[in-house]
């Protein structure tokens, strides 16, 4: 079965009303279909990943292209991503127990199974084994790109925006100039988005996290056109490799027209 024929038959709860249903309502009549099946809603992809859609928006509003996400978590968990990210409720589905994500057979990462841990206990071991780039091909590389930065990728944080990330003190754009300039993603730029991240979802844990069991699970992006036929997909592989060129995530919109 392929992924529309899958993704056009699975119904869930909707985070804006909490009603179950279909993924794919109201997107009858557009061009393009963007259909991202996420990881944790608590996860370092899925925040980074909403992160360049709304920094794409125009772009992504220009080209006719509907947006659909589902991910791992309950009603709890959507309503506090969309209330940190601002990615829109009526988009956003959840999978409490990564279903959908099974039924498109996609990458449940590492999968030792130690005598005498618990379920969660293994998805902790698992998931740090990951973080350590073991069965998550490119993470420690992405990590690095983050402190480092990245003159493929643009300037992630405006110069007069102001990055809270605790402990650090608010951080005004125009202090990364200090670290090599501007134009591009400078060094520490990136980790500190995903350290302001980090912060949040420590911060709600078990609304984030409702089910550890799944903190392995990756992803996958699929863009479909008004028939349902399959123009771009990615299936991750690793933590943080929601996108075959991270610098610039979403650049398989411009292959498309």
Known sequence: MN??????????????????????ENCENAPRLLVLVWSQLGDFDT????????????QLQAKGIAIRAVGIGNLDSGKQFCHYTGFPAEWLFVDSEAQLHRQLNLYPGLGFKLPGLSTTQRAWLNLLLMCAGIGSPGTLAEVFRGYRGDRNAPQLIGDEEVVKAKPLPPLKGSFFQFAGGSGYQRPFELATLRLRN???????????????????????????????KLLYEHRDRGILGFAANMSRPLSFLDEIG
């Open 47 to 58: 925040l980074e990943y909403t992160f360049w859609l709304q920094r794409e928006a125009e």
């Open 198 to 228: 980090m912060v949040e979802v420590l911060s709600h844990w078990k609304t984030y996290v409702p089910n550890p069991a799944y903190m392995t699970q990756r992803g996958a992006t699929f863009l479909f056109d008004a028939d349902g």
């Open 3 to 24: 992924p529309y024929t899958i993704i056009h038959q699975t119904q869930r709860q909707r985070v804006s009303d909490g009603i179950t249903r279909s993924l794919l």
